[in-house]
C-alpha cells in the first residue's frame, strides 16, 4: 500500500506538506499557517480530506470541529489494482474507509480456497475491529482496481481519544454501528447459505411453541392490568 503523496493534480498542494514530522510544537500563529494532527498537516490538506469524507456516510452527523479532529489523525493511502491492504491472519492496526475503488474481502476455507465474502465500494469501511482490539486479521482484503483510501492506525484513533474525549466517543459509537451491521448482514448470509446447502433445520413446531407463550404471556398481563384498574 502505498501512502499517498499529494492528493490531485490540480489540489495546490505541495508534496512536501505530507511529509510526516516527529515533533511539532503548535504555536500561535495564523490558522493558515497551522499545523494540525500527529502529521502536521497544514490547513489545505485537512480541508482536502474533509472534502474526501463527503463520500462517507459514517462521517455524515459529525459537526465541522470534531470532522477536523478525527481527519487530522488519518492518512491518505492508494492501492494498485491486485494490490493487498491486508492478509488474514497477520496483526491488524489499522482500519480505512474507502474514497474510490473496489477492495474484495476472501476468508479462507477449511479446503484451503479463498472464498469471496464481500466487494466493498466508495462509502465503505473496512477493518473496523484493528482500531478496538488487538486480534488478528479474520480475513484477507485486495484492491479489484486502483483504490483511494483514508486510514486511521489505532494508536491515533486513542491520540483523539485524548486529544478530544466527545469526538473520540461519537467516534467509537459511529464504529460500533457499522461494525453490529456487518454482523448482522454475516448472520442473514451464513442463514441463507445454510438453507442453500441443505444444512437449516426445519424449528417450525418450536417457532408456534414460543408464539403460543408469548400469546399467552401477552393475555395474562393484560388480564391483570384489567384487575389493577
Given at each position: 500500500?502505498?501512502?499517498?503523496?499529494?492528493?490531485?493534480?490540480?489540489?495546490?498542494?505541495d508534496s512536501e506538506e505530507l511529509v510526516e514530522l516527529d515533533d511539532a510544537v503548535f504555536e500561535e500563529v495564523p490558522v493558515q499557517q497551522r499545523l494540525f494532527g500527529p502529521f502536521n498537516y497544514t490547513k489545505d490538506i485537512v480541508d482536502?480530506?474533509?472534502?474526501?469524507?463527503?463520500?462517507?456516510?459514517?462521517?455524515?452527523?459529525?459537526?465541522?470541529?470534531?470532522?477536523?479532529?478525527?481527519?487530522?489523525?488519518?492518512?491518505?493511502?492508494?492501492?494498485?489494482?491486485?494490490?493487498?491492504?491486508?492478509?488474514?491472519?497477520?496483526?491488524?492496526?489499522?482500519?480505512?474507509f474507502i474514497v474510490s475503488g473496489r477492495v474484495k474481502v476472501f476468508k479462507m476455507t477449511q479446503g484451503g480456497q479463498h472464498a469471496l465474502l464481500s466487494t466493498l465500494s466508495r462509502g465503505r469501511s473496512i477493518?473496523?475491529?484493528?482500531?478496538?482490539?488487538?486480534?488478528?486479521?479474520?480475513?484477507?482484503?485486495?484492491?479489484?482496481?486502483?483504490?483511494?483510501?483514508l486510514t486511521l492506525k489505532r494508536k491515533h484513533f486513542d491520540q483523539i481519544v485524548a486529544v478530544d474525549a466527545l469526538t473520540g466517543f461519537a467516534?467509537?459509537?459511529?464504529?460500533?454501528?457499522?461494525?453490529?451491521?456487518?454482523?448482522?448482514?454475516?448472520?442473514?448470509?451464513?442463514?441463507?447459505?445454510?438453507?442453500?446447502?441443505?444444512?437449516?433445520?426445519?424449528?417450525?413446531?418450536?417457532?408456534?411453541?414460543?408464539?403460543?407463550?408469548?400469546?399467552?404471556r401477552a393475555q395474562l398481563e393484560l388480564m391483570a392490568a384489567g384487575r389493577a384498574a
Open positions: 500500500m502505498e501512502e499517498l503523496t499529494n492528493l490531485t493534480a490540480d489540489s495546490g498542494i482536502a480530506i474533509v472534502e474526501m469524507t463527503q463520500v462517507i456516510p459514517l462521517f455524515n452527523n459529525f459537526d465541522p470541529m470534531q470532522l477536523r479532529v478525527i481527519v487530522s489523525h488519518m492518512k491518505i493511502a492508494r492501492l494498485d489494482a491486485g494490490e493487498c491492504l491486508f492478509s488474514e491472519g497477520e496483526e491488524g492496526a489499522e482500519m480505512g477493518g473496523e475491529m484493528a482500531v478496538i482490539d488487538s486480534f488478528t486479521r479474520s480475513a484477507t482484503a485486495i484492491a479489484s482496481e486502483p483504490t483511494t483510501m467516534f467509537m459509537k459511529a464504529l460500533a454501528r457499522v461494525v453490529c451491521l456487518h454482523l448482522r448482514q454475516t448472520s442473514n448470509q451464513y442463514a441463507d447459505s445454510c438453507e442453500t446447502a441443505g444444512e437449516a433445520t426445519d424449528y417450525s413446531n418450536l417457532m408456534e411453541k414460543l408464539e403460543s407463550r408469548s400469546a399467552q
